[in-house]
């Protein structure tokens, strides 16, 4: 990964996962908190289900086309791990990203088989994505060895990111369906992609202008913008979910329901999925 | 900061925040507990809002104070960032600090969102509080690189203080209206303020006479001290809790309700605040 | 405490307690399980409180004499903190004893005025024994400066039991009354006594023949011998545990209750005192 | 333990254990998930316990024989702790190794204890379980003085293995019977079982080729070869838990039952053995 683009790519990954995350689950507690507005017309059970699986297989799509992109791409390993020749291990660097990917992937293929086929307890899917999210930064950890300074220190910052967002995630087998921690998980995955870019734009700037990566100053100020990411990924995440309740609202009002009857049934379906953990 | 009043006053603002919130969580817990008394009279759940919302602002207020104090007041960056003249960051001191009132600021208005509109889920507003308390930890742990030790000892003993509140509201997210857990901060919020204004004590003597900073009975001393501030603030706080729990009491005693069909359904609301996670 | 007799000392009081421990909660846990056997003829309501309220003012008493020991026996720095005409602290050692027996005088009192009025909640008590537990291992932590490998690793022994003591009790307060915490605790408090007379006899030895304390397999065999005292504590909770449950079952089986109806009213009380939180 | 066969060894039983685990949970979950279709018939509450007795009295066995064969093997201490003669601990080695099979064995005991005589309360098993791991790994933290860094590093790797096992049995005495922790559990012993082995290939390959103990590329892979057998295992546990619940529900669907008021009163014994916490 070492060039600006190979920190933008995940970057934008991340970026993307946490807007579509923020308004996924912005949008269903709207709904849910409007029930008496009939609101099941906007997201019953069957099209929560159908998004659940689309998003899982977009993910392990990608997790997929990142792992061949690591292994076959210009420079990759092609599924070599020793070079004999040598006698040393091959792009190791690219065999770790794609050990992350791997763990996307699986989270993907988990999260696919809960909502697709019924056949595994709701709360599996949570698991693997924590996991994933904790290899990340375990393998993250012991990535960093013999860099400069200021480089180990933005990648730290990173790592505050992933094993919160593990940690997170890992609430959630317990907590499933807690708006909080759903907002919290989005947030964290916007820092995380925010992140990527700023690491991209610190240690491989653009426009040149090398930063000084020993310089203390540096290393407060990295730390200081950190927390300007999560704030402004907070503001996104907030000013995201209020939006989207209020055109939950006002949509609802406009077109008062009539079948109530069926909407009834439809509710208690809609409830016991978040709450059969 | 590096003087005796720019430890007094965040100190202050602690201390009396502490206090506040004593009162508050000590009357409601006192008011819950009385309920057969009627003593929703005393607390029902309009002004209990009236009363968070008065809060949040005073909070958002304050921190937009903090911040631009820390900008504008004489020596402050003015809101610029780089000094490209010398090629170094501008006042990065303040900067970090005008920091930990942003996110104050964010928990006050997250908070103000929360208790004022009912858009968002209650708690939301801890889940913010956490975070800024979290956050001001975070940047106090690299805003000690290259002191004294002793200098570096008494701000560890500030992040016990720090994170241990940050645990406890986080843990107050699953666990809202746990009257155990909100003793428990107030007790830290004050113990936060008491140490800060230690700190000033210790670090810059306002009578003369320097501490020898590299001296380990010193440690040793001010690591002690921080427990006897602990003590101290939990008698404060027990003493409040009781004061208080006896004083609702007597006053309901004295006062029979009468419209008891009434007061009935205003306990049903006063409850649904608490247990609405 | 540098001596043979300073460890035995505190060590005994955690051995009684823990044994004490054991036996009530078997105890009460025993008449809980066997409620239709008539069981609360053993452990009415009223006589739990009586229990706890003895148990609380033991505990503040002789943490009180613990204090004033450390302060006016032979040595002590009879509250005099600052020896002006040397320029250093008086008895630090000593102080910090003191400190510790201090936060367990505050969990006993906090416990009798839960116990014995009411005023205050239930969990309360749990939470102040959890800060008098994390004072004692947070103060150990900064006790052990410039010590000997050897007497460095028997303390951080004691550190996991008493951490991990702190810990049990803090989980206390969301799950009062989970018998398998209780028998932790109980478990782990007899640990940390036997442990005392350990390290007692490592470091100072009554018979004689000094134990070489830079030795590496020594800190190996103590680790070890940790582990041991351990399960033999988790045998003595689990004999005792045995032993009173048939105990219990044997007595109430031997003269059945007569009764019914007033016992059914009594059970109702004693449950309530277990769950409310 | 220094030779190959002294890490397969341990890790064939994990391997097994993890297996077995993943068997009897999937299946009872299995039966759990189909209750409608009379699945009682297979996993009744009576044979659900003689299958746990049968587990514990089996670990309970093998720890035994552990313990003896570390003490009686050639080259065991037998028994002797010091070697008066030399002055010096007798194989130490051998001592930890022991005393690790000591708290497997303890907590197959309690085990057995809990689920033959029900005179213990339920969640004692987990509570021992999670013990043993937990003193495992804390064993093992004391056990790598003075190696060489690749050693120090699989054996690192093995104390995430352990440590986040005993973290999830932990988490089982407060949320007992739920499917996600016993399947992690699961896929966590599998892994330490095939660590173990890995261990073995890397210090003492079987077919010669040493590694290079010291080299940093070997640490890297080594990292990532441990989340490839993650992943491994936690493909193997999915797998086994599909097979298994498509076989239970294929089964079910064919012999449809006879005696729906019988197993309706089963069903509720069944329930209460994994709520009652």
Request: aromatic residues 12%.
């Amino acid at each position: 990964m070492g060039s600006f683009k190979g920190h933008a790519l995940p970057g934008s990954f991340f970026l993307i996962g946490g807007l579509w995350w923020t308004g996924k689950y912005s949008f269903w507690c709207a709904t849910r908190r409007n029930k008496c507005l009939g609101s099941t017309r906007l997201a019953s059970r069957a099209s929560q289900r159908r998004l659940e699986v689309i998003e899982s297989s977009l993910m392990l799509f990608f997790s997929v086309v990142g792992m061949l992109a690591e292994q076959f791409a210009a420079g990759g390993p092609r599924l070599r791990l020793y070079d004999t020749s040598e006698n040393q291990w091959k792009d190791l660097m690219n065999w770790q990203h794609a050990t992350m990917y791997l763990f996307f992937s699986l989270a993907g293929a988990i999260s696919l088989i809960v909502h697709a086929t019924e056949a595994a307890p709701l709360a599996l899917d949570r698991l693997a994505l924590a996991l994933a999210f904790f290899i990340e930064g375990f393998l993250f950890v012991y990535h960093l060895h013999g860099r400069n300074m200021l480089d180990v220190h933005v990648h730290q910052m990173l790592l505050y990111g992933v094993f919160g967002q593990a940690l997170v995630v890992f609430l959630e087998v317990f907590h499933r369906g807690n708006i909080t921690l759903e907002l919290l998980r989005s947030a964290l995955c916007l820092l995380q992609g925010s992140w990527f870019w700023q690491i991209g734009y610190v240690l491989y700037p653009p426009r040149g202008g090398e930063w000084d990566l020993t310089d203390h100053n540096n290393i407060m100020f990295v730390t200081m913008c950190f927390c300007w990411h999560l704030a402004a990924n907070m503001l996104i995440v907030g000013t995201l979910y209020c939006a989207i309740s209020s055109a939950v609202r006002s949509r609802l009002k406009r077109t008062p329901p009539v079948e109530m009857g069926l909407l009834k049934h439809r509710d208690g379906e809609l409830e016991s999925d978040d709450e059969a953990v």
